[in-house]
């Protein structure tokens, strides 16, 4: 399930990467506009099925209209503008069937100081059990539909994409789903980063990151 923004074009070598599924599998492109010319020749060369359908903006609405549409067991958000390799594709093997499956981050552009992001991202993970959406959520669509599904959360600010991942994940916490990292890392772009300036991304993202883990996830009883 890939949401694609207005004008996005990152999902193209997404769909390289992911090529490689076996046939059985099913890329769901769900954007806020029409197909593009040549997307029929995509669908043939395609080895997974490949399907494109457009609506509302959003991408809570977006992956929820992909996760509507889809015949999987299993669901798998991705950003179009991540990148996966066959490490990816191996820890998906591991995923637990009543969990929140996540998987570790590293940056592929971006200033010189996205290591220390990336840092950050593990360290986010491991001491609030708060991954992003860029992480590639994993989980069945029994889980899916017990979570309800992506809501957007209030959250304001340069690059804020409408929380609707943060809120699966305090949905999942209060439902008492586990969160499961598993053991490959994905890919993505630092585009926000250089779009709005490190530092003040940082910063935004640390607000909510802290805000977060004392009014939403710090709960009885969460796992």
Known sequence: MVPVGQGDTSWR??????????????????????EPANFKALQSDCKPQL??????????????????LSQQTWLWFLHADSRVTSEVFSALEQAQHNALNYFKLRFYDG?????????????RCWLFKLPFGDQGFLLTRSCFECLGGFSALPISGAGSSGG????????????????????????????????????????????????????????????
């Open 13 to 34: 070598t997404l769909l390289i990467d992911l090529s490689t599924l076996p046939a059985s599998a099913e890329i769901i492109l769900s954007a806020v506009e029409p």
């Open 111 to 123: 200033p010189i100081w996205m290591p220390i992001t990336e840092f950050g991202v593990a360290l």
């Open 164 to 223: 609707e991942d943060i809120a699966l994940v305090r949905t999942a916490r209060l439902k008492g789903v586990s969160l499961s990292l598993l053991p490959a890392k994905i890919a993505t772009s630092a585009r926000k980063y250089q779009m709005y300036g490190w530092l003040h991304t940082t910063w935004l993202h640390l607000r909510i990151t802290l805000r977060l883990a004392r009014s939403h996830l710090k709960r009885p009883n969460a796992p």
């Open 51 to 68: 399907r494109w359908v457009f609506g509302a903006s959003g991408r809570a609405d977006q992956q929820n209209r992909a996760a509507a």
